[in-house]
């Protein structure tokens, strides 16, 4: 990966060996944009990924549509994702086409950059642990059908 934007692959990996069942985990690597392909059926979706919007941060948005807040600093064009198919722009390609989960929860880490053969930095690291549990209270909450928790 490219630095810290290892951090979605680290968090996923951790969570897949955790995932209770029926839980599904799917690390999209580097085609992000096939996040689209699991949408379809999902009662929620947690998605984890680095953004470029900043230096360590990890947010914890409950409500797609403070993702595309344009005043949010992770719905900003040149913030929005480390890929060049923002996640904004696929959560809204998915609402126009009928295929949004109701339940969408987004785990982000912030990040200055990311740069290819660079290993990821320790404080971002550090920060997978808790993006974990938080990707498996919401599995739990999910799985218990009470997602507006």
Same mark, same amino acid.
């Given at each position: 990966?490219?630095?810290?934007?290892? &951090?979605?692959?680290?968090?996923?990996?951790?969570?897949?060996?955790? #995932?209770?069942?029926?839980?599904?985990?799917?690390?999209?690597?580097? !085609?992000?944009?096939?996040?689209?392909?699991?949408?379809?059926?999902?009662?929620?979706?947690?998605?984890?990924?680095?953004?470029?919007?900043?230096?360590?941060?990890?947010?914890?948005?409950?409500?797609?549509?403070?993702?595309?807040?344009?005043?949010?600093?992770?719905?900003?064009?040149? #913030?929005?994702?480390?890929?060049?198919?923002?996640?904004?722009?696929?959560?809204?390609?998915?609402?126009?086409?009928?295929?949004?989960?109701? &339940?969408?929860?987004?785990? #982000?880490?912030?990040?200055?950059?990311?740069?290819?053969?660079?290993?990821?930095?320790? !404080?971002? #690291?550090?920060?997978?642990?808790?993006?974990?549990?938080?990707?498996?209270?919401?599995?739990?909450?999910?799985?218990?059908?009470?997602?507006?928790?």
């Amino acid at each position: 990966m490219a630095g810290d934007d290892g &951090f979605g692959p680290l968090v996923v990996r951790e969570v897949a060996v955790r #995932a209770p069942r029926g839980v599904e985990v799917v690390d999209l690597g580097l !085609q992000p944009a096939g996040l689209l392909d699991h949408l379809p059926g999902r009662a929620g979706v947690v998605v984890v990924d680095a953004v470029l919007a900043g230096e360590g941060v990890v947010y914890e948005l409950l409500d797609v549509d403070c993702v595309q807040t344009e005043g949010d600093a992770l719905m900003l064009e040149r #913030a929005g994702s480390s890929h060049a198919m923002g996640l904004a722009w696929q959560l809204s390609l998915a609402r126009a086409l009928g295929i949004l989960p109701p &339940f969408v929860r987004l785990i #982000a880490l912030s990040i200055p950059r990311a740069e290819l053969g660079v290993d990821i930095s320790e !404080q971002a #690291a550090g920060r997978v642990a808790g993006a974990v549990e938080l990707v498996l209270k919401w599995a739990e909450i999910y799985l218990k059908g009470q997602p507006d928790v």
